[in-house]
């Protein structure tokens, strides 16, 4: 299989038993790809390197994995659900008596506390999407999403999906890092609009006396996403004059959104831009993006997620690498380099400072 698609230099057994092939240096993309389709046929799988002028390819037995536990998939998402219903419950039934007449003007609290859950859940729930469709199209074997319950004020920590194989190349790594957030970012952007678009409207007179009794308060940029100073800004509404909009209770739901697409798109070890750089910069370039990350996660006060993340990579069995594509010899698309550049917008357009 292998000679029929490579010019073949040499076959051995290497010293670990790992059946070894040397092959002529050419792009092996598309070959590889293929020989991956047919390795599998036989219950088995390969990897490509290069060492010095020519490619190596191992083969070896596909590692035998359990079943997919669907049961705790489903119980960690009911709980999520609940986790998020009762943030809302508080959120929702906090706010002074005096704010709510004008936030919920048009609408009951218990509505406004649907609309808040379906908000969060919606747009964790689409980012999860986007990474199962990639999965799905590159037919990459993962398990479905384990969504993480929090207690209140967020109500869940996200979600993730875990890989139990390795991705055939770059491309494919890339792909799964990007299509999360932004299916997130896309979710996050459309609850910002809802939420201009239906938020209530005051004269300045009556929102200086609800800022004096610190009732209101008055939020921009850093403390609040870029992403909602621009949809303000974006003239989706007309004011009349002497008015100002007072953002609804689904604000929350947007910096909820922003926050996880901005902590997801850090280039740090197997976060979701971990993977993005580590295709797209390769792995020296993925260590340097780390420190960068880390430094972004402690200057906007998110040293504690910074901490929990430094555990998380030191209990591993690589702690300064991402995930290492099967086909790691072979570069990025032209497209996926540009849409390296978007995440990067994303990025800035999500970050805030806690």
Do not use: C
């Not at 006396?209 to 008055?218: G, I, P, Q, T, Y």
């Not at 996880?260 to 750089?277: A, E, K, M, R, Y």
């Amino acid at each position: 299989m292998i000679e029929y698609r490579f010019n073949l230099l040499d076959a051995y057994v290497d010293t670990s038993g790992m059946a070894t092939f040397a092959v002529a240096q050419e792009p092996v993309k598309e070959k590889f790809q293929e020989l991956l389709h047919d390795l599998a046929n036989h219950n088995l799988m390969a990897r490509i390197q290069k060492v010095a002028d020519k490619l190596v390819i191992s083969v070896f037995p596909k590692p035998k994995l359990g079943q997919p536990r669907k049961v705790i998939n489903l119980i960690l998402f009911l709980a999520t659900v609940a986790t998020v219903s009762l943030a809302s419950y508080l959120y929702i039934f906090a706010i002074d008596p005096r704010v709510s007449a004008i936030l919920f003007a048009g609408s009951g609290s218990g509505q406004q506390m649907l609309v808040f859950s379906i908000s969060i859940l919606g747009i964790v729930g689409l980012h999860e999407t986007g990474h199962v469709l990639a999965v799905r199209h590159h037919k990459m074997d993962a398990t479905l999403p384990y969504f993480v319950p929090a207690p209140p004020p967020i109500g869940t920590f996200g979600a993730v999906i875990s890989l139990r194989g390795a991705p055939a190349n770059r491309d494919q790594l890339f792909d799964l890092g990007f299509s999360g957030p932004i299916a997130g970012f896309l979710a996050t952007l459309a609850v910002g609009i809802f939420m201009v678009m239906t938020a209530p409207m005051i004269g300045a007179e009556q929102l200086g006396a609800l800022m004096a009794e610190k009732l209101l308060v008055s939020t921009a940029w850093p403390n609040v996403p870029l992403l909602v100073e621009l949809i303000q800004q974006a003239g989706l509404r007309t004011l009349p004059q002497g008015y100002v909009m007072v953002l609804p209770s689904v604000f929350f739901a947007v910096q909820v959104g922003a926050l996880i697409t901005f902590l997801n798109l850090l280039p740090v070890w197997q976060l979701d831009g971990g993977h993005i750089s580590r295709a797209t910069l390769g792995d020296q370039g993925h260590k340097l993006g780390a420190f960068l990350g880390f430094a972004i996660l402690i200057a906007a006060g998110f040293w504690p997620f910074a901490v929990l993340l430094i555990i998380f990579m030191f209990a591993s069995r690589r702690p300064h690498q991402g995930v290492i594509p099967l086909d790691d010899v072979s570069p990025l698309s032209n497209l996926r380099r540009a849409l390296f550049a978007i995440s990067l917008v994303i990025l800035a357009l999500s970050f805030v400072i806690l």
